[in-house]
């Protein structure tokens, strides 16, 4: 039994399209396309740090790179990146208000590690595919199968390839990310 389920991400909800026997987690929208190197601050700049409000921070996640970013975003929309996506510091403040602004999934040529992992603990998907950071262009329709890392570019009509998210890691991001998966696993803590 198929059918489309709302995903829990911080403080918004995108629409994956779960395929319960082939357990598949498509995600499609518009690609917002960056250079390599785009670090913390430019995905929120320090001064609005001051704030935990994710729908504050949403407002002005990447306002120094595309001043537009805010207000064009769709939710479900897609971020695409070269090299080093996420360097800098190791707030959670930059995948937050990327998530919060409604975006998706991030594919990039590489993420900085602490950024890749702050994603995923937050629900929000990341991808690595050096070719799809490569090919994909801004404003491109792209179709993301994030079982099995299939990367398709609907616009250009081609396909390239991701390291699929592992299953449990699915999990964690269906669950809406790494605390209300643990809490839904029975871990008992301060809410």
Request: with cysteine.
């Amino acid at each position: 039994m198929a059918g489309t389920v709302a995903c829990p991400i911080a403080c918004s909800l995108y629409r994956v399209r779960v395929g319960v026997k082939d357990k598949t987690m498509t995600l499609e929208g518009r690609i917002w396309k960056f250079g390599s190197d785009v670090d913390t601050d430019a995905i929120i700049p320090a001064r609005y740090l001051n704030q935990s409000d994710p729908k504050e921070l949403a407002k002005h996640a990447m306002e120094d790179e595309r001043p537009e970013f805010y207000r064009e975003v769709k939710e479900g929309d897609l971020l695409l990146a070269g090299k080093n996506f996420g360097c800098g510091s190791s707030r959670e403040h930059a995948p937050i208000a990327l998530k919060a602004a409604g975006i998706s999934c991030i594919i990039a040529k590489s993420f900085a590690r602490i950024f890749y992992r702050n994603s995923l603990n937050l629900g929000l998907p990341v991808l690595e595919s050096p070719e799809a950071s490569e090919a994909i262009q801004d404003g491109d329709q792209v179709r993301i199968d994030l079982a099995t890392g299939e990367v398709f570019d609907l616009t250009q009509n081609r396909k390239f390839s991701a390291k699929p998210i592992p299953d449990f890691m699915q999990e964690l991001l269906n669950d809406g990310g790494l605390i209300p998966h643990l809490r839904k696993k029975g871990l008992k803590g301060k809410k």
